[in-house]
């Protein structure tokens, strides 16, 4: 079966501007969950989708946020973009229980000028 | 809140074993994972513990001690296509919801 879609692959913005990456996730898992990760930084926990709810979310400022569609696709969106945006930005997708582990897209490569 | 510790870098020899260590705090321990991360690649999943002991899973062990917050991952046979970032994951209950926090990572190089 297909595995996590992630789009773009890469993008360049200048700050300021606003971005919105997009993810699709495995057929039939329901839980989206967004990391960034930087090289000084790991993988940092941005937030989680379930059902098109957001169950979670990590220390990132509002100017973070993300939506959940009913066919399990999310989105993520940063406004007023700042170079210390640029990053790797990771989806991951599980079927949402206990003990499942989650897969990961291939990511967004966002910088920021 | 989570404070998640492994070594930063690690060199090991091609056919050797190799443990990394990853030691962590957290008030709802509700599992921890090991992910595998090669240069510019998506992180895949390694192994999941929940419960005290060992999990061996093909040339890769995983272990864990909730008393002692810490979990190992052994690396067995190691091959040149072992190099990579390993990545330790704690998931917590917090407030009501699960979140799961990720270590830095431990980038391991193996040499021939």
């Known amino acids: 079966k297909a595995g996590v879609t992630q789009t773009p692959r890469y993008l360049i913005k200048t700050r300021g501007q606003q971005v919105t990456l997009s993810c699709s996730p495995i057929?039939?898992?329901?839980?989206v969950s967004w990391y960034q990760q930087t090289p000084g930084q790991g993988l940092q926990f941005l937030f989680e989708y379930f059902s098109e709810t957001q169950r979670n979310k990590g220390n990132f400022p509002g100017r973070f946020s993300g939506r959940q569609f009913s066919n399990s696709r999310s989105e993520m969106n940063v406004s007023t973009l700042e170079l210390g945006d640029s990053a790797l930005y990771l989806c991951a997708s599980s079927l949402g229980g206990p003990n499942t582990e989650a897969f990961f897209g291939q990511g967004t490569r966002l910088t920021v000028v | 809140g989570q404070n998640i510790d492994q070594p930063t870098e690690m060199t090991a020899t091609e056919g050797a074993i190799v443990q990394i260590n990853c030691t962590y705090q957290t008030s709802g321990f509700n599992g921890l994972f090991w992910y595998q991360q090669h240069a510019g690649e998506a992180p895949t999943f390694l192994s999941y513990?929940?419960?005290?002991g060992l999990e061996e899973k093909g040339r890769f062990s995983s272990f864990l001690s909730r008393s002692k917050g810490y979990s190992y991952l052994l690396l067995k046979e190691l091959q040149m296509k072992d190099s990579a970032s390993y990545l330790c994951?704690?998931?917590?209950?917090?407030?009501?919801?699960?979140?799961?926090?990720f270590g830095i990572g431990t980038k391991l190089q193996v040499i021939p």
């Open positions: 057929s039939g898992h329901r839980s």
């Open positions: 513990n929940v419960l005290d």
């Open positions: 994951a704690v998931r917590e209950d917090s407030g009501g919801y699960q979140k799961v926090t």
